[in-house]
Structure formats: structure tokens, C-alpha cells
């Protein structure tokens, strides 16, 4: 601006640089398929239980790795919002639920307590709950094994918010869900 006031140029710099254009990305939630693939390569009951509740309930990474044993309630999940907001009940099938059970049942149970703590899952580590970083990690062993691209957490986000009305689900439900 200053030069073009001195009369050193005549067109502003800023003027001949194009605007960059934002390119959305497209949503690519999984297909039957692939979910079918990845749910086979799952080794134990733990990683099934998860994979089950990120399409079951359509919750964050960071939201399912602060559920702890007492927001399990039957039928349902007591979901802590990770922005700060108020929790949320959300429903969890029947298969989702045995899952969960029986990852429960692998766990060691202390004198004073249940190993990782009293969060839902624990870790390889049966002292230590399980952490965002775990969760990714065990969707790039998921993506390797099951040979499905692309496999990470908020994919199945993805998922579970286009097949929610597909399977009869009220939009305003799933807002409140998400």
C-alpha cells in the first residue's frame, strides 16, 4: 500500500495474487463391506467392543477414551461431551454390550481395584487405561490387517451419522447424539 502511495507502483501486490479456492473434501464413510472386513481383522473382545461403539454410538476418539466402567448403564452409554458440555445418553446394542462385557472380563482385578483404572478400556497394559494415542494406533493396525484405507475414528463418525437415518432415525435424535 505504501508504494502504490509513493507512486513507486501502480497496482497493489495483494491485487495479482488469485484467491485461494477451500476444496471440500467429500465425506467417505465406510461401506458394509468394508466395515465387514475390518470387524473379521479384530483381534479380541476389546478392540470389537470398540469398533462396535464408534458405530454404535458415533462418539469421538477422545470421548470413548474417557468413558469409565460406571458410565456403562444397561442398554446404554453415558457419554462425557469433550468440549466441556453436559453428557449425553446414548443407546448401544445388545452385541455392542456383550462385547463390552466380555473385554471387562479379560481385565485384572486388583485388591484395590480393576487394572487401567476404572476407565472402560485399558490398555496392552493391563495397569494403564487406554489413551487417544492407543486408539490410533489401533486403527492403523485395523487399516493394515483389513487392507481398508483409510480407517481411522471419525470415519466411523461418519458412518454411524449416514446410516442413523437410513435405519429409521429422527435427524433431530442424531443431532443430539452427535
Request: net charge positive; with cysteine.
Amino acid at each position: 500500500a505504501w508504494a502504490v502511495e509513493q507512486g513507486y507502483t501502480l497496482v497493489h501486490v495483494v491485487h495479482k495474487v488469485n484467491r485461494p479456492r477451500y476444496i471440500t473434501k467429500p465425506i467417505e464413510p465406510f461401506a458394509e463391506i468394508q466395515i465387514k472386513k475390518i470387524f473379521k481383522k479384530c483381534r479380541g473382545w476389546r478392540e470389537r467392543a470398540i469398533v462396535l461403539i464408534f458405530l454404535d454410538c458415533g462418539i469421538r476418539a477422545s470421548e470413548l477414551v474417557s468413558l469409565t466402567v460406571d458410565d456403562w448403564i444397561q442398554g446404554s452409554l453415558i457419554v462425557p461431551n469433550c468440549y466441556g458440555k453436559k453428557a449425553w445418553k446414548v443407546p448401544i446394542t445388545e452385541f455392542t454390550e456383550r462385547a463390552i462385557f466380555r473385554s471387562l472380563g479379560k481385565r485384572v482385578i486388583y485388591p484395590n481395584g480393576m487394572g487401567g483404572s476404572c476407565s472402560l478400556f485399558s490398555s496392552q497394559y493391563p495397569s494403564l487405561a487406554l489413551s487417544y494415542e492407543a486408539i490410533r494406533a489401533l486403527m492403523g493396525r485395523l487399516e493394515e490387517r483389513s487392507s481398508v484405507p483409510n480407517v481411522h475414528a471419525h470415519r466411523f463418525r461418519h458412518t454411524f451419522a449416514i446410516n442413523y437415518p437410513r435405519n429409521n432415525g429422527d435427524i433431530y435424535t442424531l443431532k443430539r447424539i452427535l
